[in-house]
């Protein structure tokens, strides 16, 4: 398969697209140290706008900021309650009790961040200045990442011209103890909607990246997922049918709030049955870090263009990554284990 880079420089066409950030008044500095290394390894010869989108009104001083240092336009939306909150369904006692069974998980007694997830998987892409403006493409980003590595081509003009329909650039294995009935959730979808002759999976059984998720006989999930505070896709994938009716009826499951659900493990587990494998793209060449976790390129070629380590990338190590994983799943052959972060 040929890959075709764009060119490198400002003179190419534009698509219909730009970031879309979720982000808290207080993380305004975190945001402004993102946006900083977004526009000076990219968005400065480009100038791709900016969506913000908070549950709670930004201040004057966080529209401001966010403005001044970008050379894009930037747009400013409330998240309201028919997006953020709990729907009729939901036990809210019930999910009290399980939130506090779950302290030992990662963010597993907080009521906020199950909003948060259920947001991502269930409402971005259809909140109102979303749709208003009409992008193809988004790119996520959040306060406090960092982007290592010049970039001096178009990613969004990348996508469209290879036919991508989504992008990540660091695969890791979810904590088990936030999706328990996830998978056999999706399962139940997929068998109801069968039987009611919807094939919402038509690429399914020969063309999907499904072994991204699970074995050959697909029991269960491996829990492998794309990681979505960096996500490069197109709306209109979670706009499809399937996607929505898949997302109504793990919403009326009430996985988000009883469990932990992640948008990560609910978007990676569509996109890797629902598209075609050559549809999923993996970003080498954007050395990205997101809390502690990092990927850097490791060829030489992409690392003259990156100020991160190579021997810090999260790439191959065991019982993290699953890399290793995704090159198998895709037919791609990897150097395997060759090194962890701590060496
Ligand atoms: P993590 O990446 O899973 O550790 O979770 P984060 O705390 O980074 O949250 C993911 C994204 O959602 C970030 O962009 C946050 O700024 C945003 N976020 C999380 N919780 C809230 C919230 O309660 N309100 C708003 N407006 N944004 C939130
Ligand atoms: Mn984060």
Not at 4 to 31: C, D, H, S
Not at 164 to 189: C, D, M, N
Request: net charge negative.
């Amino acid at each position: 398969m040929t890959i075709q880079l764009p060119t490198p420089g400002n003179t190419t066409q534009r698509v219909k697209a730009g970031f879309i950030v979720l982000v808290r008044n207080e993380e305004l500095y975190g945001m402004l140290d993102s946006m900083y290394d977004v526009e000076t390894r990219f968005n400065s010869k480009f100038s791709y706008p900016w969506i913000f989108l908070n549950n709670e009104p930004f201040t004057e001083e966080f529209i401001q900021l966010t403005t001044k240092i970008t050379s894009g336009k930037t747009h400013y939306g409330l998240v309201d309650e028919s997006m953020w909150s709990y729907p009729s369904w939901i036990d809210q006692e019930k999910a009290a009790r399980n939130r506090e069974s779950m302290k030992s998980i990662p963010y597993g007694t907080s009521e906020s961040y199950r909003h948060m997830c259920r947001f991502q998987s269930g409402f971005f892409w259809r909140h109102p200045l979303v749709l208003q403006l009409g992008w193809e493409f988004y790119w996520r980003i959040e306060p406090d990442v960092r982007y290592y590595c010049d970039l001096d081509y178009d990613p969004f003009l990348y996508m469209k011209t290879n036919n991508k329909q989504y992008a990540f650039t660091i695969a890791f294995v979810e904590h088990s103890g936030t999706i328990p009935t996830l998978w056999s959730t999706i399962r139940e979808f997929v068998r109801i909607s069968t039987a009611k002759g919807k094939n919402y999976f038509p690429n399914l059984a020969t063309e999907s990246l499904y072994r991204f998720v699970t074995e050959e006989d697909g029991e269960s999930y491996n829990s492998c997922h794309f990681w979505t505070n960096f996500e490069i896709a197109r709306l209109d994938l979670w706009q499809t049918e399937a996607y929505q009716n898949m997302f109504d009826f793990l919403d009326k499951s009430g996985g988000f709030f009883y469990e932990r659900w992640g948008d990560a493990p609910v978007h990676s587990i569509f996109a890797s049955l629902f598209l075609k494998k050559d549809e999923i793209h993996f970003f080498n060449d954007i050395g990205y870090k997101h809390s502690i976790y990092e990927h850097c390129p490791e060829q030489e070629s992409l690392l003259k263009r990156c100020t991160c380590n190579p021997a810090r990338t999260l790439d191959y190590t065991d019982n993290m990554s699953c890399l290793n994983t995704y090159m198998d799943a895709q037919g791609f052959s990897t150097p395997k284990n060759r090194k962890t972060v701590n060496e």
